[in-house]
């Protein structure tokens, strides 16, 4: 073939993208910017860099080799930010265990994940102790923590962490190595099933970092991170990466802060005296740093803030925006390592009015660089960004979990066709911004069209009588589903309401243009209450038990 | 091997990183921003993407397939970004053709390439004629034309650009490959021999792009690339992809302005009228706008331009910031894609002293993410960065070519224990930033200390009664090499000099600890002229074929 260029480029002086590569930069350029940990710790990049030397080190003379996984149970800290490098640099599997689950779980995803070695924060020593013989394959314990004696109960621990620390080499060499290797391994827990583990490889948490840091930067005024700012997580690092910030804020070079346990007074105090510009956190821990902001007097003014794990509410975004944070959500998941959507608003948006402002910064976002975020109707034709179509969300992107460990049935629903299945429901507008309206399990199929039942939940909790409301999805003969609604009167104010004056109270927004004629219920049946999970949403699955067969 | 995690994420939902990627979220958000060309045309990004559809089906009809080279001719153009993506989407290669090459070094490179189909801007139709019978792999040609009615000359074109766009369908549908497929390729010219042909592949674009725009997103204030920016070339897309930023900008979905052959009236009318922020440029061409600029009144302030391919003198930086212009220096070459470092300034720098502005501004700069950049000695040896210290920069990234095109020679120096040579030698200081000291041919090695040649002529040259001053290595049994000056002097002012002054002269410098004792020279000599390169530097290689052997 004289007439052609050799095709592909050769491996002979590739690079691969591992997780060490994150330093070259920010070691050169921020030696001395620092990383603080409470009011406990400050080390600057160049010390930091030199513990997860030592740390690797210390693991391999404990018997760690690339094959094995590296369990941490911990609040958020600089020990934690060790292990998210050391851990993977080494070629091992680092298992960001979520000590929020119960005992059982807990036991269940570091077992399921063949960890077998974990680090421990001294606070979890007894739960611990109580699940020690669930957990036959943990051959080594590294205990942590923040006092003198750290407890250890009846547990064995071959060392501590500081201690360990200090008796290993800061020279560990970390090797090249194939970057499809997995680095992490998480478990998320759905509505029903044990928890299920998915798991990233090296290339894939680079190209993270690196497209996180290009979307955060590409923002012009709102919602961008750059070498100015500091940053400190309060979404847990044993949750999906901490949205990968702190590997994105290593690789920027910025100053980080790890507040521990995430104790809001403690938070304000970090925000104030480290001069936090960057964080992000559920609209619980939102509602809670507010308030504790309001009690001290504390203004928040100059602070970032993403909202993710559940929708932000637009009353709460109004509320912060008021306290001067400056508060987007994004839209993530544990399958996506996290990062899909950032509500990034645009400057020409940026009108000061808090009520349209709320408007986009509470929407799922913008896709980040790369992403190809698409919606799909239920034969899996692409749908139209046109601000109205519903589809369900599905995704390629270079971060994606390629499964679930050791659960091919689930592995295999959650790819179809080559885009893996959210399983949300949403809206893109013509100018990109993304919506979620439902979860594809709770939307109706009615007719050929998608209604979701959240938005006709909400349209029939806003009429003056109801307490709540619940809509689900009923077969039907003609239209294959029908919405059924199960409404709660509420005692004062809702004793004499009737179906007929709620079909009517929705008619209104069918003229209006706020939902097709689709969504009014044909049944309307009133309860005395509705079944809830544990975390509060209504039981879906129960209901459609009770009354899915119309 | 129950006890391990499977190790390496399996690629059954792979995500290739092609240069198709870039498109996803700039569609989807952005999709009526423009791409300008000139005064003559304006396009959306979504009319850009169908029209980069149809070149591909266009060319499909032509019989290019992913085994061929397709060669563009042609200015700053829409053309030439549709060709930029066009062509490696389809699977072939793209010779971006530097125009600018005598005729007979164009007919090299393009039978070097074993290129077969070329687009041509009418404007080199007269040059192509003159080489046509050196290039018998083309077996295609397409011309474009900026006129109503193209002048085609006496050679066969297969259509006419806009014509085949017409005829074509948008609906390519570009498939998934390996990542590792050539994309680009093109050739640079040195000192010697023919040109040498550099090649990238998919991956390392599309990772150049998202680096590139990670780097200028982190910059707090100065250096940075926005959503708001508004993009112009003046840095020729056949020459290192134009720092790779027609892609980064579409990217990054901002406006494109592409300004054909520059023409400095023409830039200074593009940059007002259409707003543009961001550009970038050689030294000579800046000096040209500035010049324009004051000729015309106008002001550019607002305007981000970095400047590559040569040293950015401190002065020429002082008249560009003092007509508003927020100047800095990049570092990169065609062997690496270009990118490798950006003199963007810290917030804390941003001091508005124009001397002191311009000494970090004129720096190579801050490596861009990724980059593994270092200093080596003689020995291969890393070198601290000391902001004394001077090496040899050697480079790992994810973006460098893996050699030259059928030059095995050249590739084997190329690359040395896994990192690849730039051939400069630097200093890089605690603060992270790179300066360039000289080329490593013309560094002069004595009693195992390294003086750079440059900056013994510099020194020289501040001398009144020096005219200019050129600096080579002489053999020398003792210290390896020692240094030797011919001096040219000034007629007015040196008609008296001695080589014992301007020995007084350096001595000054070494006890100022400017130099080293090593940096003077033995010997001094007096000529009436020096010889040049076809680019205006001093010949050295004749000077030490005349002058070397001591």
Known sequence: ???????????????????????????????????????????????????????????????????????VLDWDSN?????????????????????????EQIAYTIDHANTSVLLVNDEFVPMLEGIRQQLPKIRTLIVMSDRTVPQTGGLTFAGEYEDLLRGAS????????????????????????????????HRQLVLHSLAEMAFLGAAAKQGRLCRDDVYMPITPMFHAH????????????????????YDPAVLLKLIKTEGVTFTHCVPTILQRLLAAAAAADTDLTGLKMVIGGSELPKALARQALALGVDVFAGYGMSESAPLLCLSQVRSADLSGDPEAEAEIRTRAGLAAPLVDLRL??????????????????????????????????????????????????????????????????????TGGEWVSSLQIEDLLSQREGVSEAAVIGVKDEQ????????????????RDLTDTQLKAHLKGFVEAGVISKYGIPDT????????????????KNELRHQYGSG
């Not at 901490?242 to 346990?261: E, M």
Request: overall charge neutral; glycine content about 10%.
């Open 242 to 261: 901490a949205w990968g910030l702190p590997w994105t804020a290593t690789l920027s070079g910025v100053k980080q802060v790890y507040p521990g346990r």
């Open 524 to 539: 309307i049946l009133f309860v005395e209450a509705l079944p809830k999970t544990s975390v509060g949403k209504f039981n």
């Open 170 to 201: 800061p020279g560990y060499d970390f090797p090249d190595f194939d970057e499809n290797r997995l680095a992490t391994t998480f478990y998320t827990t759905g509505t029903s099933g044990p928890p299920k583990g998915v798991s990233f490889s």
């Open 479 to 494: 239209w294959g589903e029908r919405p059924l609604a199960l409404v709660v009167r509420d005692e004062r104010t809702g």
């Open 376 to 445: 799909v109707d239920a034969g899996r034709n692409e749908v139209p960004p046109d601000g109205k179509t519903q589809g369900e969300i599905v995704l390629r992107a270079p971060w994606l979990t390629q499964g679930y460990i050791g659960n091919a049935d689930a592995s295999d629903e959650l790819w179809v066709g080559g885009y893996m299945r959210t399983g949300d429901v949403g809206i893109i507008g013509p100018d990109g911004y993304l919506r979620i309206v439902d979860r594809i399990k709770d939307v109706i199929k």
């Open 1 to 71: 073939m004289t007439g052609k260029l050799m095709q592909v480029v050769s491996s002979a002086h590739s690079y691969p993208l591992l997780i060490k590569q994150l330093w070259h930069t920010t070691l050169q350029q921020a030696p001395d910017q620092v990383i603080v940990y409470r009011d406990i710790a400050r080390f600057t990049y160049r010390e930091l860099r030199e513990r997860i030397g030592r740390l690797a080190s210390a693991l391999e003379r404990l018997g760690v080799d690339a094959g094995d996984t590296v369990g």
């Open 79 to 103: 020990r934690f930010l060790e292990a998210y490098f050391a851990v993977p640099m080494m070629g091992a599997v680092l298992q960001t265990v979520n000590v929020r689950l119960s005992p």
